[in-house]
């Protein structure tokens, strides 16, 4: 399984970045790809096409979403790291994201992370989708380690 951060390079100097702590603690489970409008990475645009990769995508968001069940045919997830603002801009901007199939998190509780505004309720931060998707997946110690280090990270405020 491997988890790709599509991230804007704004993002990738922010202290308040959790994609950074994922990277970092998951075991090489999770990658960072740096998003570019006019030139996509290649291996991302095959996994698409090749039906070999799933785009989780925020929730409340309009699109067309594959069931629950069918993301644990995938085991390629994209999630766009960065702003709720950033990520909605990387999506519209990216035709081929919109040409991946969509999984959308449902969850019963509410982001717990405190270190930026404007979160949406109901959305989740980067490495709070990244835990969801390895329990999903059955990555239950990688799932809980990250959730140490994110408690730790986000008590800083």
């Known amino acids: 399984m491997k988890i790709y951060l599509l991230a804007h390079e704004r993002e990738l100097h922010r202290a308040t970045n959790t994609g950074s702590l994922a990277i ?65 801009k990387i999506f519209n901007q990216s035709p081929y994201l919109k040409m991946a199939p969509h999984f959308t998190l449902k969850t019963e509780n509410d982001s717990l992370y405190k270190l930026r505004a404007n979160q949406p309720k109901g959305g989740l931060c980067t490495i709070e989708c990244i835990i969801e998707v390895l329990k999903m997946k059955g990555q239950y110690k990688i799932a809980t380690e990250l959730l140490a280090k994110f408690e730790q990270f986000n008590s800083y405020t």
Do not use: H
């Not at 929730?59 to 629950?68: D, H, I, L």
């Open 24 to 88: 970092g603690n998951s075991n090489n489970l999770v990658e960072r790809i740096l998003w570019q409008r006019v030139n996509p990475n290649k291996d991302l645009t095959r996994l698409i096409e090749n039906n070999e990769a799933v785009l989780l995508y925020s929730k409340g968001e309009s699109c067309s979403a594959v069931s629950s069940a069918e993301i644990e045919a995938y085991e390629n997830i994209i999630i766009i790291d960065g702003t709720w603002q950033e990520s909605k």
